[in-house]
Nanobody, 120 residues
Framework: QVQLVESGGDSVPAGHSLRLSCVVS????????MVWARQAPGQERERVAS???????FYAANAKARFFISKDNAKKTLYLQMNSLQPDDTAIYYC??????????????WGQGTQVTVSS
């Protein structure tokens, strides 16, 4: 069974950076794609970035050039480097593992989330 634990969330002023981590345990053979998503109060969960087993990456429009997704397979850890943070980035950030080619939101196994708060 796949389990994910996020960390790295914090309260920071606008313009600062944070790096989120997501440690994965268990057999990820069938859940080989990874995603970072976020959910702000009163809003739906939205995909921020995702990465395929071959390293191909996707970024949401509001994350491009500021956020960078990476993974360390040896450490079984997924990262999200977030630069130039803005108040609109305030949300709970989740990582998930999901079967490639499926709907990440429906078929993903999710962590518990980590809070990111950006003040103006």
């Amino acid at each position: 069974q796949v389990q994910l634990v996020e960390s790295g969330g914090d309260s920071v002023p606008a313009g600062h950076s944070l790096r989120l981590s997501c440690v994965v345990s268990g057999d990820t053979y069938s859940h080989d794609c990874m995603v970072w998503a976020r959910q702000a109060p009163g809003q739906e969960r939205e995909r921020v970035a995702s990465i395929d087993p071959d390293g191909s990456k996707f970024y949401a429009a509001n994350a491009k050039a500021r956020f960078f997704i990476s993974k360390d397979n040896a450490k079984k850890t997924l990262y999200l480097q977030m630069n130039s943070l803005q108040p609109d980035d305030t949300a709970i950030y989740y990582c998930a593992a999901y079967p490639c080619g499926t709907w990440w939101e429906r078929f993903g196994v999710w962590g518990q989330g980590t809070q990111v708060t950006v003040s103006s």
